[in-house]
């Protein structure tokens, strides 16, 4: 493989989250007085860190979302996670050949570092990271689509930035992983590939994945 170290995304690459939590960020809007449909909510939020959903908020209203907002939406996203969450089919695959052919590994997430791991308990996924493979926004000033957390994932990692590749599925993702200089792959299971403009490659099913890295 020409790549020293795989970053993944982790809502929507590695756990099939996206579908629930923006389910229930447009309906916990719309139930503030914000209305917003799913779609809404997957065009403005998805792959973004918590802050944007009150920036946007502020933007276009000129009004602050609950000061509590943060942790009710955790709180609701997480009790979905613990009844429905499911991994990302394939990923499992994926990973145990990253492991056989002795390829380092890691995940570069806007959410936080709770979500990661409940996500990964849920799911199984556990088994397949140490934690000091986890890496989150909480872990960065910005989160993206600046190109911090993935430079920040890869320091820690001991790698280059022009030796790693991320696997993304979101806009800010992309323009966060080209930032920082490094190859970005978009998988677009849910996102169209013009969405991800700017990947090397796009992938719409994870066993296609390791054949773009080879």
């Known amino acids: 493989m020409r790549y020293e170290l795989v970053i993944f995304d982790n809502d929507g690459v590695l756990v099939d989250s996206e579908p629930l939590s923006n389910r229930i960020l447009s309906g ?37 979302l609950p000061e509590d907002f943060g942790d009710q939406l955790h709180e609701r996203v997480f009790a979905a996670f613990e009844r429905e969450l499911q ?65 920040f994932a890869a320091e820690r990692m001991g790698v280059a930035p022009e030796r790693c590749v991320v696997v993304e599925d979101s806009p800010l993702g992309v323009q966060a992983a080209r930032a920082a200089g490094m190859d970005v792959y978009g998988f677009t299971a849910m996102t169209p590939a013009e969405r991800l403009e700017g990947a090397k490659g796009y992938f719409s099913d994870m066993k296609e994945l390791l054949g773009l890295l080879d």
């Open 28 to 64: 916990y809007l719309t139930e503030l007085g914000h209305p917003t449909t799913y779609e809404d909510s997957l065009r403005d939020y998805m792959g973004a860190a918590v802050h944007r959903v009150h920036d946007l908020v502020r933007e276009r209203t000129g009004q602050e």
């Open 87 to 151: 991994p990302v089919a394939g990923v499992e695959d994926v990973l145990a050949n990253l492991v056989a052919e002795g390829v380092p590994y890691c995940v570069a997430s806007s959410g936080s570092h709770e979500r990661i791991r409940v996500g990964h308990r849920r799911t199984g996924l556990d088994e397949w990271f140490e934690e000091e493979w986890l890496f989150s926004s909480e872990d960065v000033g910005k989160g993206k689509p600046a190109p911090d957390l993935f430079l």
